[in-house]
């Protein structure tokens, strides 16, 4: 039997790593974007024709490459940022797999022109489906320049699945916002079919979220910003009334890196309850900075999703740093009791001596003492006289005012000598009580119901 397993070619190796990499023209900017951020570029121009279908090209300031780097560059895993396996543990940059350029120039045509600072000229380099057309001297400026065409030329289907261009550009826009929310140290543009969507110059953090997302939200934005031996976290989180139900910025970053982390989102969530209705979210910007050696970032193909050696206890202090960060700037609704007319309490101070009450009181005064109040000389207090018949001024009139029309009109009638005697109390059939209460008698009917007695009260007259 002949052996069956060999190796596959470079060029279908790319194909299949570009398979998870490079997933639509968005996956493209963010790799080639990111290189430029590693290659410290001050400044990057990112313009896409047809949502990036027909062209992507990413420009920077960057560091650029020597001729050797340029073509070394898109080979598979061959980067700059780690050279042992203990590097993956102290990872400070974007990229370090070395597979952006090699999957990408795997699926499309990439022109690329980079030339060093201390380099008169540049190198060009034509590549279509990993296979090098062309390198040759040019002059460019410093930085580096890529041009790729026709995504997918050489893969119909993947091509085929591509979603309407509306839908590529939003993709595009998400990816774009990602890295300049985290980076306002640099400088990016992005042009869409030769119109400008965003221009974004070197800004403070808080200015290029409302550059990206509309000045209307500075007014919602509360800073945190607590610092642990553990964790630092930074950012900004929006007040309760901003909750939607849809629609809400929520962005992780983990040293400078875009993450999304569910748990870590329950955290932020869990310091906004009973403040904003169920089912409802809030924005939010925050940024970790953690020691790399305590994260892994290389469980993902997209890197967007990181593991935390210490997530319970980064999750206690996310929380309470949110909290923190709504009870400062009173975000959190407080009872405001009305004081008006509350009796005024002082504070009780320590240094005034504690006095015992006094006592006011008549020495002479004599409870079983016989003699008159003329002769009594032991006190002068005299209670004030208070005119309690005043009170009752207007009750006899009210009372006949809001007896009813037909009790009046039977009360001209009523003869004057029928009047109920005042001790009648018998029993009337033998379920009803006759009692009197001053010119008419009450006829009550008594029931009995769950062992209490109720009594309902009648008019009658005689």
């Known amino acids: 039997m002949s052996d ?12 299949i790593a570009a398979g998870e990499v490079i997933q639509r023209p968005a996956s493209v900017i963010k790799g080639l974007v990111e290189n430029a951020i590693d290659a410290e570029a001050q400044e990057i121009h990112v313009l896409v024709t047809d949502a990036g279908k027909t062209c992507i090209q990413v420009i920077d300031d960057g560091k650029g490459m020597s001729e050797t780097d340029a073509r070394l560059a898109f080979e598979r895993h061959a980067t700059s940022k780690i050279k042992e396996a203990a590097d993956l543990f102290a990872l400070r940059t974007m990229g370090f797999r070395g597979e952006a350029l090699a999957s990408v120039a795997a699926v499309a045509e990439v022109e690329l022109k980079t030339r ?42 993947r091509r085929k699945f591509l979603k309407a261009n509306s839908t590529e550009l939003s993709n595009i826009l998400t990816e774009f916002e990602r890295i300049a929310l985290v980076h306002p140290e640099v400088a990016f543009y992005l042009y869409s079919n030769d119109t400008e969507l965003f221009n974004l110059p070197v800004m403070p953090l808080r200015q290029r979220i409302l550059a990206v997302f509309g000045k209307k939200l500075n ?78 970032v290389n469980i993902h ?12 206890a980064i999750w206690q202090i996310l929380s309470a740093s949110v909290k923190e960060s709504l009870g400062k700037f009173n975000a959190v609704p407080s009872i405001d009791f009305d004081t008006e007319g509350m009796p005024d309490i002082p504070a009780f101070d320590q240094t005034r001596p504690i006095e015992p009450p006094k006592v006011h009181y008549n020495s002479d005064f004599n409870p079983f003492k016989t003699s008159s109040a003329s002769s009594y000389s032991g006190g002068n207090y005299s209670r004030p006289k208070v005119d309690w018949e005043g009170l009752y001024d207007g009750l006899e009139k009210a009372s006949k005012m809001n007896a009813p029309m037909w009790r009046k009109q039977i009360g001209l009638l009523r003869p004057e000598g029928l009047i109920c005697p005042k001790n009648v109390h018998r029993m009337y059939r033998k379920r009803r009580l006759l009692l009197p209460y001053l010119r008419r008698c009450m006829l009550m009917s008594r029931q009995w119901k769950r062992g209490r007695s109720i009594f309902n009260s009648r008019d009658v007259l005689f």
């Open 4 to 15: 069956i397993i060999h190796l596959l070619p470079d060029s279908v190796a790319n194909q």
């Open 219 to 296: 007014q919602y934005l509360l800073s945190v910003d607590v610092d642990t031996t553990m964790v630092k976290v930074s950012g900004f989180v929006a007040k309760p009334e901003t909750a939607r139900k849809k629609g809400a910025h929520q962005y992780f970053f983990v040293n400078g890196r875009y993450m999304r982390h569910p748990y870590f989102h329950k955290a932020v969530m869990d310091a906004y309850e009973q403040l904003i209705p169920a089912g409802e979210q809030i924005s939010y910007f925050i940024y970790f900075e953690v020691d790399p050696a305590n994260i892994d």
């Open 301 to 312: 193909p997209t890197k967007t999703e990181i593991k935390f050696e210490n997530e319970q």
């Open 116 to 157: 060093t600072a201390n380099e008169e000229l540049g190198t060009r380099i034509v590549i279509a489906g990993s296979k090098v057309e062309s390198q040759e001297a040019v002059s460019c400026p410093k930085g580096s320049n890529f041009s790729i065409k026709n995504l997918f030329f050489n893969i119909p289907a």
